[in-house]
């Protein structure tokens, strides 16, 4: 069984890879990311200057995944560009992905600007849907604000891109937002970023697990699986097929990455697994996709990929 996938030109030996915020903060991170059966990696969504993030307790791990307000901690866009630059001349033949996520449209113009001007070769994902900034709403959750980004970005950004979504839960937000999305000439949309502001409490003392926004928090892992499946599902079905999905959400075996791929996901990133295992869990991942493959006689990915069945 063969894990090789592809999101336009670019070429993947395997569909897993982190989701960005895991395990790839720091050059030592990326690296030991890039040196796992991981078919490629994604840097730490980045602003133009470096951010120390929200105060700890930041993240969470809970019984069925995880709660977290980093707060966009990262180290700066021109930090993670040099690294992917350095990357791609040493690993000519494994693409990475590139996040940004400016905090207004100004930052993120001229990031995308910095990185349109460099000799960047990989894809850049514009992550719409952080939700851990205090006072700063999630983009992905305002339709006209997401239709003048991606307009101003379009107007002079070249190079292959993305956009990283939050999970939508009405079926009418996913035909608002597919038909801004298929306005653009987008190589991939990834779905989803985590359950935005959930709220876990310690049994103990009864208070809020994590200490930013009076415990409020991303929420990832098992509890995400079920709403992974249906955005990358409903995306799958109103994008121009020009536009692929990456899966994100859920992902702890092999059967969650297969099924992401059944919905229409041609690559699928870990977030919480990951957090957890360590990069050892995508030699986990790659083994029990191969054998829920093996079991239904597929060999490719792209044989059952999109190929989700309903009852009639
Ligand atoms: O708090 C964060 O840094 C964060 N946390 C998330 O769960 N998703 C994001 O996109 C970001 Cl940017």
Do not use: W
Request: include cysteine; hydrophobic fraction near 40%; glycine fraction near 10%.
């Amino acid at each position: 069984t063969d894990l090789h996938t592809s999101i336009d030109k670019f070429q993947f030996d395997n569909v897993f890879m982190n989701a960005s915020g895991v395990r790839c903060y720091t050059k030592g991170e990326l690296d030991e990311l890039a040196q796992s059966d991981a078919g490629t990696l994604v840097t730490k969504s980045a602003t133009q200057a470096k951010r120390l993030g929200n105060p700890s307790p930041r993240y969470a791990r809970l019984e069925l995944g995880s709660i977290n307000s980093m707060g966009l901690p990262n180290e700066g866009l021109e930090y993670y560009l040099d690294y992917a630059l350095n990357f791609q001349k040493a690993n000519p033949d494994k693409p990475i992905f590139l996040s940004v996520a400016g905090l207004s449209m100004e930052e993120n113009l001229a990031m995308a600007h910095a990185i349109e001007d460099s000799d960047f070769n990989g894809l850049v994902e514009f992550n719409l849907s952080c939700p851990n900034v205090p006072g700063k709403p999630q983009t992905g959750y305002d339709f006209d604000r997401t239709q003048e980004v991606l307009t101003n970005l379009f107007s002079f950004f070249t190079k292959p891109a993305g956009v990283k979504l939050p999970p939508y839960f009405d079926l009418a937000q996913f035909d608002q937002m597919a038909a801004i999305l298929n306005q653009f000439p987008l190589k991939f949309v990834n779905s989803i970023n985590s359950l935005g502001n959930g709220l876990m409490i310690d049994p103990e003392t009864d208070t809020a697990l994590i200490k930013p926004k009076g415990g409020f928090g991303g929420i990832g892992g098992a509890y995400a699986k079920p709403i992974a499946l249906a955005n990358v599902r409903a995306f799958s079905q109103r994008l121009d097929p020009k536009i692929q999905l990456i899966g994100t959400g859920g992902v702890t075996n092999g059967r969650d990455a297969y099924d992401l791929i059944l919905a229409g996901a041609s690559l699928v990133q870990v977030g919480t697994l990951l957090q957890e295992e360590g990069p050892a869990a995508f030699t986990r991942l790659t083994r029990e996709l191969r054998a829920v493959m093996q079991t239904k006689g597929y060999s490719a990915i792209s044989d059952f990929k999109g190929q989700l069945k309903v009852l009639s």
